[in-house]
């Protein structure tokens, strides 16, 4: 695969459990040997500059790999040791909301705050890039949002940001680029929009599984583009709303069963995803 990050943009990555997206960060960060290709960072080989370059960007580090023990200024004070070039470390605390937190043990800490910490010891080295792979999982709703918010601080602030995310009303409404990969291959990489628009302006139409409807009578509904089983519930992908709606009400009706729960609406990131990598799985059902 070939792609670049542009400066100054939040760059998200998504793909299915397995797809690549933790091997992939890892190479770019130099943590792992590519069998083949060739990466560049800040315009540096990132087999040959690994440590210069490890300066420059910022990693959010796992909370296993954060010494449980250690209280939170002790950490901030750690880890910027490690770098030739630090951030204001009580400015830093201010800004992420640290600064009632710095006598509290990192352990002790719930889910939000440990990823708090996480993103304050990413920026301990004022960073040029931030690589952040899965910054929001396992965060309650409003703590996600505050990861995000604080994620799209850092980009406002002239850092280039590369995130991978399961999330994809997140990834659309926050990355400003998206790879998808599946398999290890870049499969597509746009704006959420442009992304969304491939879908040719097509409106998407939901409703309960009633169990009995064959996909393939779904998805040979006139101006149906695309069918997906998604659990209890089947999306249909239309190019004309109103013609689709009108035989899919006959379908039901001549086939003794109720379109229920229904909603319609536009495409959505999540749409773009599962078109571009259930494609095998749709196939084999
Ligand atoms: N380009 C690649 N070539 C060969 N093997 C790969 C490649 N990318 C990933 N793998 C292998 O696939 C497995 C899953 O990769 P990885 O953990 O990076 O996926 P992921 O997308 O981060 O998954 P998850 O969403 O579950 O975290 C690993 O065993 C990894 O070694």
Redesign the pocket.
């Known amino acids: 695969m070939t792609f670049g990050v542009r400066q100054g943009e939040i760059f998200g990555i998504v793909?299915p459990?397995?797809?690549?997206?933790?091997?992939?960060i890892e190479m770019i960060e130099g943590l792992r040997t590519p069998d083949g290709g060739q990466i560049e960072v800040l315009g540096l080989d990132v087999g040959k500059h690994r440590e210069a370059l490890k300066q420059r960007y910022g990693v959010l580090l796992q909370s296993t790999s954060i010494p449980g023990r250690a209280k939170v200024r002790e950490l901030l004070q750690l880890f910027s040791s490690f770098y030739r070039k630090t951030a204001d470390v009580e400015q830093l605390s201010r800004s992420l909301r640290l600064d009632d937190k710095q006598q509290t043990a990192y352990k002790s800490l719930s889910g939000g705050w440990k990823q708090r910490v996480s993103l304050a010891l990413a920026l301990i080295n004022d960073p040029e890039i931030v690589f952040l792979d899965e910054p929001s999982m396992g965060l309650d709703p409003n703590a996600r949002s505050e990861m995000w918010e604080m994620i799209v601080r850092m980009r406002n602030e002239g850092r280039t940001i590369v995130v991978?995310t399961?999330y994809m009303e997140e990834a659309e409404a926050l990355c400003d680029r998206i790879a998808v990969i599946d398999k290890?291959r870049l499969v597509a990489l746009d704006t959420p929009r442009k992304l969304i628009a491939r879908l040719g302006g097509n409106r998407r139409i939901s409703f309960r599984n009633p169990g009995t409807a064959a996909q393939h009578r779904l998805s040979s509904l006139p101006y149906v583009v695309q069918a997906d089983w998604l659990g209890e519930e089947i999306v249909l992908h239309s190019s004309n709303l109103d013609q689709t709606l009108k035989h899919l009400f006959r379908l039901a009706e001549s086939e003794n069963w109720l379109v229920s729960e229904l909603r319609l609406g536009d495409a959505t990131m999540n749409d773009v995803f599962s078109q571009l990598t259930l494609q095998e799985r749709r196939q084999a059902q």
Do not use: P
């Open positions: 793909g459990n397995g797809a690549g997206k933790t091997t992939l991978t399961h290890g």
